[in-house]
């Protein structure tokens, strides 16, 4: 169970003393300790395990004697790389004791927890019987803290008998709680010493400072009660006090406690008392007197007392002056010289009580003013022990209350001893009360104090004074000026009613409605003015004049002697001023205008008494068309795909009747100012400058024109999108069009033109569908015989070509360019020879195709007689085998002329040599199609057979080898 404590102040200075372990201690350790302190001196730092295995004990043993070597200030606990190490403390040469470790942790003035165990040390109980542990905590720290105070798990014996033997307290800074941890010992308990640790512990808010650590030793003794003889000492405070009842001190005036000191033990004992919470300025310890000689009366610096006898040491507290009120505590020690160990504590409780004081001065800084404000500081000094809150106010000893007074702060906060200061503002209000003259005027004030916790606060307070000077000297002066002045004023006054002269007119405003007007509308420059004094206006001349002075529009003056004249009477009102607005002049052309106004007065006739010129007024000149625009709805356009079957071009396609070409060059424009359009002129040329086409115009004289329509608009902007043109040949066109406007003939007319556009051609594959000699596709090469008596009739050559329209067809040697598609009669040399016709296509890309058959005509050697046949042996074939003849053919009428289909080609017959092997596929088989041709669906004309079916040329063996395959022959 816990019981919290009222909060009390600490103040005092906390000493610790070094402790180390010498020879003589080690001697006087237990066995346990003894061999563990020897084995750490050899070894060093070393771990609790290293420490269990090297002197046979367990784990639990060894950190138990560690820490009853630590708590005497033997063993010194390290962490390593986050490992915990035990190293021993030795003492220093001087060998200067140690505190013990409850005192050391306790009374440690860098420990911000205060922890006295009572009892301390080594406690015996009869056993059934119950043991109580009080543990009292101190807070010394600046923060509140969760403090955990348990029996360490080590002690697992101790732990069974107690029944709380976890707690946990909550301290504010400056506090003190107690804990209380209540042992039954069950009866069957054998006697013995029992070691267990007490650990205080605040992870959270003291983690560096925390667990700190007690080992206590608690004797069991036997049930049968023995006579135990009681040793230690033992002392009393008188009066007692707690903290519900302190001991009341005034600051400053001294206070007895009584120490009573019995001496329990069997030999003469030694004793001090020592305060280690109190400065020794608080406090002052007085020991009796003793007779070192005889007569002789000393101070003594102890208590000596005898076997069973009682002392009593004073202890006179007087804290300062300056000593804050509240409430302290402070623990109280008692040293034994035989018992260096023993730890005799107690704690006496402290109240401080309230002194209030406040002492108030008041120093001016500023104390004579003529316009500015005074400066006072007003000085509160707190003489006290208690923090004060002290609110400022003035007063005023001057009944006519002259000045405003501004403190800043109006509550200041006072700690004890130290100053407060508040800045006063003393300013005069009323300046017409200022003296005039004399040593000034003397204001009085003075300041009082109220605290809000109705404290008391001095009566007699200070007062202060502000000197107001008198006017200086000079201000005088600036009353007589004044009153100078306004003589000067009323004499002013009394001319401008009664003896001025009439004032002149005065133009004040004179513009026109619109910098700018425009020609096309039939505008006028429309004047306004505004004249001040109108009753004194004789006349009013204006003039326009051009920006270099030359007169551009006739003068007008109107005059004003019998009032407004009749032509500006539409125009013009007289108020208090003449004001005439949207007068017309005779500006009506484009150019530049400038108009003065000039106003003759009644009292000066001659000359003008004020004039004033407008800006420049412009009228603007009507705006020509402006073509903005004028392109091709592409940059290139594609020729229309057709083919030539028969000498006829055929589409390959059909447009839609509503789309456009898209194989001929349309236009689009947009022309600003339409309104302004009188012609539109359209032309095509080629890139040389030569016109293509003829001139189209346009009339727009009302409106667009019929052909226009389809394809312009006219909101704010004549546009035209796809106008056709009608050419569709392949080249390149720049088209040029000519806007000419309305006005005057002299007018420059406006052009633009477009960039080059392209009609690309459209390349359609060249394929040779048919090359046929009598109505048989031809072969290589014929051998013709040759017979005088029966002449070769001329041969039917027939053939088929499929392409652009571009190609050029020809037969060589002759007749030369022949239509796509015909036929014609080729007559053969009646005497031996051979000859190569060649049926040559050439595109209009310059790609060449050919076909080529031979002819070749023989005489055939003369029958030998049928008496002497000659043996087979002697046979000589009558010509080369697989080659194929043309036999004899009856007569037939004289062949038609060849059939010519139209040709835009010229019909000249130039002979060309036989084609090469690579260009010529006349070792194709009939019929083939040309390298990169397609059969086409063209319909075919054919020919008239010009030779009967017995004239045709055949070969003469099938089975052998085709012409092109035969060797080289030589005539």
């Keep these: 169970m816990a019981r919290k404590t009222p909060d009390f102040g600490s103040i005092g200075t906390e000493r610790q003393e070094d402790k180390g372990l010498s020879m003589a201690d080690i001697l006087m350790l237990p066995d346990s300790q003894r061999r563990v302190v020897q084995w750490m001196m050899r070894q060093g730092d070393c771990a609790l395990h290293d420490v269990a295995a090297n002197t046979e004990q367990d784990e639990g043993d060894a950190a138990i004697a560690l820490y009853d070597l630590m708590e005497q200030g033997y063993v010194q606990e390290i962490e390593v790389d986050g490992e915990t190490l035990y190293r021993i403390r030795l003492a220093s040469k001087e060998g200067i004791k140690q505190l013990p470790q409850t005192i050391q942790q306790a009374l440690a003035p860098g420990k911000p927890l205060a922890v006295i165990p009572n009892p301390s040390g080594d406690s015996s ?43 946990r307290l909550a301290l504010s800074p400056k506090s003190t ?84 000191v019995d001496n329990r033990s069997d030999r003469v004992d030694r004793f001090w008392l020592s305060c280690s919470d109190l400065q020794e300025s608080w406090f002052t310890v007085r020991y009796p007197e003793g007779l070192q000689l005889p007569g002789l009366v000393t101070a003594s610096d102890g208590l000596d007392l005898n076997p069973g006898a009682k002392g009593e040491i004073v202890l006179l507290l007087h804290p300062p002056l300056n000593a804050l009120a509240g409430n302290y505590f402070a623990t109280l020690r008692l040293q034994s010289a035989n018992h260096l160990d023993a730890v005799l504590l107690d704690v006496i409780y402290l109240q401080v009580l309230p002194v209030y004081l406040i002492t108030v001065e008041l120093r001016t800084l500023l104390g004579q003013v003529k316009r500015s404000a005074g400066l006072f500081e007003v000085r509160l000094t707190n003489a006290g022990n208690t923090e004060r809150d002290i609110i400022v106010r003035t007063i005023s000893f001057d009944e006519d209350n ?56 001095p009566n007699d307070l200070p007062q202060g004074a502000l000197l107001w000077e008198a006017r200086p000297w000079w201000q005088f002066l600036l009353v007589l000026l004044a009153g100078v002045g306004t003589i000067a004023a009323i004499a002013f006054l009394i001319w401008w009613l009664f003896f001025r002269p009439p004032a002149p007119p005065k133009i004040v405003e004179f513009s026109s409605d619109n910098p700018a007007y425009q020609e096309a509308e039939g505008d006028f420059v429309q004047l306004n003015w505004q004249i001040r004094n109108p009753r004194q206006i004789q006349a009013i001349a204006l003039t326009g004049q051009s920006p270099d002075g030359s007169a551009s529009v006739k003068p007008v003056t109107y005059d004003f002697s019998k009032g407004v004249p009749n032509p500006l009477k539409e125009f013009c009102i007289i108020r208090a001023m003449l004001i005439c607005k949207h007068v017309r002049t005779e500006a009506r052309q484009a150019g530049d205008y400038v108009f003065e106004l000039k106003v003759f007065s009644k009292q000066k006739k001659d000359a003008a008494v004020d004039s004033l010129k407008t800006n420049t007024v412009k009228i603007q000149s009507v705006e020509p068309p402006k073509i903005s625009e004028f ?34 060059i349309l236009l689009n424009w947009k022309i600003n100012n339409p309104e302004q359009l009188q012609e539109l002129r359209l032309i095509a040329r080629l890139p040389d400058g030569s016109a293509v086409s003829g001139l189209r115009p346009f009339i727009f004289s009302q409106g667009i024109p019929k052909e226009l329509q389809e394809f312009c608009q006219l909101p704010q902007e004549l546009i035209c999108k796809n106008l056709p043109t009608g050419i569709r040949k392949p080249g390149d066109y720049i088209f040029e069009l000519i806007a000419i406007p309305k006005k005057g003939e002299g007018e420059k007319p406006i052009s633009a033109k477009t960039d080059i556009i392209k009609i690309l ?65 080729y007559p053969l040399s009646q005497q031996p020879s051979s000859e190569t016709v060649t049926l040559k296509v050439t595109s209009g890309a310059g790609q060449e195709f050919s076909r080529s058959v031979t002819f070749e005509t023989v005489i055939p050697p003369q029958p030998e007689p049928a008496a002497t046949p000659a043996p087979p042996t002697q046979q000589i074939p009558m010509r080369p085998p697989g080659l194929p003849t043309l036999s004899p053919t009856p007569p037939a009428p004289p062949p038609p002329s060849p059939l010519l289909l139209p040709s835009p080609t010229s019909t000249s017959q130039t002979p060309l040599p036989s084609s090469s092997p690579e260009s010529s596929p006349s070792s194709s088989p009939a019929g083939s199609p040309s390298p990169g041709g397609s059969p086409s669906p063209s319909p075919l004309l054919s020919p008239s057979p010009l030779l009967s079916p017995g004239g045709s040329p055949s070969p003469s063996d099938p089975d052998t080898l085709s012409p092109s395959e035969l060797p080289p022959r030589f005539d």
């Design 125 to 167: 109980v009869i056993a059934g019987s119950t043991f109580e542990l009080c543990v009292t905590v101190s807070n010394k720290g600046n923060q509140s803290a969760l403090i955990d105070i348990y029996i360490d798990e080590v002690s697992q014996m101790l732990r069974q008998w107690c029944d709380s033997p976890f707690e």
């Design 177 to 260: 709680s107690e804990v209380v941890f209540q042992f039954q010992v069950p009866p069957q308990t054998l006697p013995g010493t029992f070691h267990y640790q007490l650990v205080v512990d605040a992870p959270q808010h003291y983690p560096e400072d925390t667990p700190i650590r007690y080992s206590q030793r608690l004797q069991i003794l036997s049930a049968i009660e023995d006579a135990v003889t009681v040793s230690d000492p033992t002392f009393t405070v008188i009066p007692a006090t707690s903290s519900v009842a302190p001991l009341v001190v005034q600051p400053g005036q001294p206070l007895q406690v009584t120490v009573l």
């Design 402 to 457: 002259l000045c405003t007074y501004t403190l800043e702060p109006v509550e200041v906060r006072i700690l004890p001893g130290s100053v407060g200061i508040v800045a006063l503002e003393v300013e005069p209000t009323q300046w017409w009360r200022r003296p005039i003259y004399g040593g000034g005027r003397l204001i009085h004030f003075g300041v009082e104090l109220e605290d809000p916790r109705l404290l008391p606060v």
């Design 631 to 664: 392109i091709s709805t592409k940059p290139v356009y594609q020729e229309a795909s057709v083919s030539s079957r028969g000498g006829v071009p055929v589409p390959a396609q059909k447009p839609g009747a509503n789309s456009p070409s898209e194989d001929m």
């Design 761 to 825: 051609p459209n390349i359609v594959p060249i394929k040779i569908v048919a090359f046929k000699v009598n109505g048989k596709d031809a072969g290589g090469k014929y051998l013709v015989p040759i017979n005088p008596e029966n002449p070769i009739k001329p041969l039917v050559l027939t053939w088929q070509v499929e392409g652009g329209k571009d190609m050029k067809v020809e037969i060589l040697p002759a007749p030369g360019t022949v239509p796509p598609v015909g036929a014609v009669a």
